[in-house]
Structures are given as structure tokens and as C-alpha cells.
Nanobody, 115 residues
Framework: VQLVESGGGLVQPGGSLRLSCAAS????????MRWYRQAPGKERELVAS????????NYADSTKGRFTISRDNTKNTVYLQMNSLKPKDTAVYYC?????????WGQGNQVTVSS
């Protein structure tokens, strides 16, 4: 299983970014996918999740209405569209999949929201 993330960076408050996570090594369309984040000095937290076919999504209260998780099963990729970004969204973002009771993580992608 391999998860490769891209799309992070520095953005001003109120701006937008889209993260991508390209997956390989498992049957992507059979598994729910998740995005987590970890800010300095804080525990890793679940940001959003999406069911295997994309019909069901869930979000942390802090991101509802601003973030959108989606997936393209033809490209084995999951996305996180982040709008109206705030400084408190600054963190390393990870995509995640649970396959056969084992958690797999991407390498992490830094998102910094600052003026």
C-alpha cells in the first residue's frame, strides 16, 4: 500500500488549497479513505472521511462547510478541497486508509495559513 500526497503549501487566511492523495497497492474502490491533520504540539485529528464509492462523507465540526472530501475511483485518488482557510488550519495533513486492520499513512503534507 502506498499513499502519496501533494498540494500543500503556504496560503493567506481566507484562501484555498486542494490536497491530493494518489493510492496504489490495494483495491482503492473497496475502501473508505480519510484525511487527518496534526498541528504542532497537538494530537492527530480526523478531518474528513469518505466511503468507498463516495456516497457518504463525514467532517470534523471545525471543517464543516469549508472543507470538501471527494474521490475519483478511476484515478485511485482522494482529494481534500479546503476553502476559507484559517490560521488554526495550519498543520501537517495525512491521508489514511485502513486495510485488513492495518492503518496506512501518506508522507504528510504541510499546510500553513498565514499572512
Amino acid at each position: 500500500v502506498q499513499l502519496v500526497e501533494s498540494g500543500g503549501g503556504l496560503v493567506q487566511p481566507g484562501g484555498s488549497l486542494r490536497l491530493s492523495c494518489a493510492a496504489s497497492g490495494f483495491t482503492f474502490s473497496s475502501y473508505a479513505m480519510r484525511w487527518y491533520r496534526q498541528a504542532p504540539g497537538k494530537e492527530r485529528e480526523l478531518v474528513a472521511s469518505i466511503s468507498n464509492r463516495g456516497g457518504s462523507t463525514n467532517y470534523a465540526d471545525s471543517t464543516k462547510g469549508r472543507f470538501t472530501i471527494s474521490r475519483d475511483n478511476t484515478k485511485n485518488t482522494v482529494y481534500l478541497q479546503m476553502n476559507s482557510l484559517k490560521p488554526k488550519d495550519t498543520a501537517v495533513y495525512y491521508c489514511n486508509v485502513l486495510v485488513l486492520s492495518h492503518d496506512y499513512w501518506g508522507q504528510g503534507n504541510q499546510v500553513t495559513v498565514s499572512s
